[in-house]
């Protein structure tokens, strides 16, 4: 095995080979000679494995070593990447983990191709040749936290930062901006932080990812920062990320659970992180600066206020190019008359308001410029928080002059002062007490259905019913389930409580795959996988694999007869049992062995059932289940990987009638993969969008059958007509015809918390 580990540092030395002397990281150049040379140093970044493009697919991994020598730690390019290929990338990503002391030996020395970037070592070192090793000195387990692996980092108190230096942080906000376009490619967050020290450094963060950057809801969260580089700027040290760099926070408030936000999938958070954020959240709840929250309610606001306010969208309607309406609400009353914002009925988005807005609880928030793009993208029923914004009286535009002035809500383009707006979780702690309040007028929704009609030529807003003229035109789709439900708004939907079974009425707004061969899926009923149907191009390198240097296999229970291929030294062989010669060549089941994709895709012209196989060592085998497992005619036949038992070694091909695919599957072990129709849409009537699944009724919906339309090109068509029928290319919405649709509104798990997801059932195209 190329990794080695060791018991401790001691035994770690001892295993330097005589002929090789230990070097320092920051003497190696690429003019350096490798042969004789060993390093010795610490994990400080390990990355995952992948596979590298330019090498063929082959696996690598990157990891990042620093110089352990106290006497190097004050030297520049003290750290350098490492890159594995092949199998020391697997072993080394199993065997090493962050924190751990290595010694590498037999390593190449590249120039590296990040220095810019990074500002690491201007060289790379890499592993790749048979004699390359590593051994691994593992660092001391905690005595405590989640885990035996749990990593350690040192953190630096924000009085001790020097320039220049990659640190880790933890900090409490003291300012932050929610990340904004900046003048390249990225998005940008700043944020100001502070410590025990009393010292406040500020940290600027890019990414081309809006998911990469710290969520961070208010002054006071505690954020931790990993791999940071401290610079001076205008005479006071500040933060940039840098490579491998990653962002945590928590929730600031004390009692609050110790929760980390981050999109991250795998992070390092254990016992010393808790005990870390405690200690800041219990520093912070002292400090002068914390207890400045902006945070209002709608009933303490104040004309020509900025402020910040945490609430819930209702509904919300696109203005013109530079402005979006959002109907917000938090439970309480204004003391002010509100500004009432009118809206066509057809441009409101989301759930009916009217009862609300009597009764002064609705906000009227108008959305500008550089904001537009977080606004547009929020869904009726979110929580959101409002950072920066401002209240103003004004008249309406039918107002008196002798009648009070009402109070209207902005929220300006830019930056300054921290102005955004961003979508809270709605397992958040911060809203607790907002959900409490909301409750309380739960029996407003009733009254919002009730009055809807009386009420719609004062407010345009769309009514709960749905027997409307706007949608009393034919459907192009007819529901065949037996139930009898009342039709319901989508609006309602999403709000009603699963399981659940209804009707609706609604026009497509878009669908994905827009490809649609892409729709085409494969689902094992077993293990509940599903994957992409594998492309030509890699079903053709499987097949090109097992065809080189092939020799006839040798079975007994097999007939054998070969033939020459077009390429030298490749031989193309034809098996079948003994016990099925003579018979019927669509009574067969012929094993072909050698062909290339194309050459058996011939053949299947002619023979019903061929299974291709390779050899290895004499004996026959299947191939990668990557590829077909069986050819009939114009279909082919996937396995699953993980189901499939392979038990071709023993072969029993008497007492079958008829060889279809499900009898292939069980004579050889093989866990038949099922094709199936997948196709998302974002359905929209007059009140919301909702995101149904089409997929177990998807071949009812299009009387089309999935392994019919996976080898037919006229079946795909007839799918494609479909398409283009519910969605005309280069159409409005108004002009998509409408669908009676059975809607199924269930929940699923997903990452431990329970998703509500939508499923059209029982229905069907409407057949000319």
């Known amino acids: 095995m190329p990794v080695q580990k060791v018991n401790d540092s001691s035994d770690l030395d001892a295993k330097v080979p005589p002929h090789l002397q230990c070097t320092s990281i920051t003497s190696l150049t690429t003019t350096s000679e490798p042969s004789?040379?060993?390093?010795?140093?610490?994990?400080?970044?390990?990355?995952?494995?992948?596979?590298?493009?330019?090498?063929?697919?082959?696996?690598?991994?990157?990891?990042?070593?620093?110089?352990?020598?106290?006497?190097?730690?004050?030297?520049?390019?003290?750290?350098?990447?490492?890159?594995?290929?092949?199998?020391?990338?697997?072993?080394?990503?199993?065997?090493?983990?962050?924190?751990?002391?290595?010694?590498?030996?037999?390593?190449?020395?590249?120039?590296?191709?990040?220095?810019?970037?990074?500002?690491?070592?201007?060289c790379q070192l890499e592993m790749d040749g048979k004699d390359a090793c590593v051994y691994v000195c593992p660092s001391a387990a905690p005595s405590h936290g989640p885990s035996s692996s749990e990593a350690k980092y040192t953190y630096v108190p924000l009085n001790n930062l020097k320039p220049k230096t990659v640190v880790n942080i933890y900090g409490v906000v003291t300012f932050f901006k929610q990340p904004f376009p900046s003048k390249g490619s990225d998005y940008c967050s700043t944020l100001k932080i502070t410590d025990q020290t009393d010292v406040k450094v500020g940290c600027n963060i890019f990414s081309k990812k809006l998911e990469d950057h710290p969520v961070i809801f208010r002054v006071g969260d505690i954020i931790r920062l990993h791999r940071f580089k401290t610079e001076m700027f205008r005479d006071s040290m500040s933060l940039l990320n840098t490579y491998g760099w990653s962002t945590v926070t928590f929730d600031g408030t004390i009692d609050s659970p110790v929760v980390p936000r981050t999109s991250s999938k795998s992070f390092h958070f254990g016992e010393s992180d808790i005990r870390m954020v405690l200690e800041l959240r219990q520093w912070a709840a002292n400090q002068s600066w914390i207890s400045n929250d902006l945070t209002v309610s709608l009933s303490s606001v104040q004309p020509g206020m900025y402020f910040d306010l945490t609430c819930q969208l209702l509904a919300k309607a696109v203005m013109d190019s530079r402005c979006i309406l959002l109907k917000v609400w938090d439970g309480t009353k204004c003391r002010h008359p509100l500004l009432n914002v009118a809206v066509a009925s057809d441009a409101l988005e989301g759930e009916s308001t009217v009862a609300k807005d009597r009764m002064n609880l609705t906000a009227n928030v108008l959305v500008y410029d550089n904001h537009l793009e977080v606004a547009r993208d929020l869904k009726p029923g979110t929580f959101l928080r409002f950072y920066n914004l401002h209240t103003l009286l004004q008249r309406a535009p039918d107002q008196l002059p002798d009648q009070p002035e009402h109070l209207s809500f902005h929220l300006h383009g830019g930056t300054s002062y921290g102005r955004g707006l961003r979508s809270l979780p709605a397992e958040s702690p911060a809203l607790q007490s907002l959900k409490s309040v909301l409750e309380k007028h739960v029996d407003l929704d009733v009254y919002d259905e009730v009055n809807d009609g009386t009420l719609l030529e004062i407010w345009y807003t769309p009514p709960e019913a749905v027997d409307t003229e706007a949608d009393s035109g034919p459907s192009y789709t007819v529901r065949m389930c037996e139930h009898n439900t009342r039709q319901l708004t989508l609006a309602r939907v999403k709000r009603s409580t699963p399981p659940l079974s209804c009707h609706v009425r609604a026009r497509v707004k878009k669908y994905r795959p827009q490809q649609l061969y892409q729709c085409l899926k494969l689902f094992c009923s077993n293990c509940k996988t599903m994957k992409d149907v594998p492309d030509d191009s890699a079903v053709a390198k499987v097949f090109r694999e097992s065809a080189k240097d092939s020799q006839p296999c040798d079975e007994q229970w097999a007939a054998t007869s070969s033939a020459s291929s077009r390429e030298p030294g490749r031989t193309i062989s034809m098996h079948i049992s003994r016990d099925m010669v003579g018979e019927s060549t669509h009574m067969q089941l012929i094993f072909v062995e050698g062909t290339t994709l194309d050459e058996i895709c011939v053949l299947s012209r002619d023979y019903k059932n061929l299974v291709p196989v390779r050899s290895v060592n004499g004996r026959m085998t299947l191939m990668d289940l990557t590829a077909p497992f069986l050819f009939s005619g114009d279909k082919r036949y996937y396995g699953c990987k993980q189901c499939s038992l392979n038990t071709f070694q023993n072969p029993v091909f008497t007492g079958v009638e008829t060889w279809d695919e499900q009898a292939v599957a069980e004579a050889l072990g093989v866990q038949l993969m099922q094709y199936r129709l997948l196709i998302q849409f974002e359905l929209e009537d007059q009140t919301d969008t909702l995101e149904a699944l089409l997929w177990e009724n998807a071949e009812r919906f299009f009387h089309v059958s999935a392994v019919d339309a996976s080898g037919s090109q006229d079946l795909q068509d007839k799918i494609q007509t479909t398409m283009d029928t519910i969605q005309p290319p280069d159409s409005s919405l108004e002009e998509r015809p409408w669908l009676d649709l059975c809607l199924s509104v269930y929940t699923v798990k997903d990452d431990d918390r329970n998703k509500v997801c939508y499923q059209i059932t029982n229905t069907e195209i409407k057949e000319e």
């Open 36 to 122: 004789h040379r060993c390093v010795k140093a610490r994990v400080v970044h390990k990355g995952p494995v992948i596979s590298c493009v330019q090498k063929d697919g082959i696996e690598m991994l990157r990891a990042e070593i620093k110089e352990e020598d106290p006497l190097q730690r004050t030297a520049e390019h003290t750290s350098i990447n490492v890159i594995f290929f092949g199998t020391l990338a697997k072993d080394f990503s199993q065997s090493a983990r962050q924190g751990d002391v290595v010694l590498l030996a037999d390593f190449t020395i590249k120039k590296s191709p990040s220095f810019l970037r990074d500002k690491l070592h201007p």
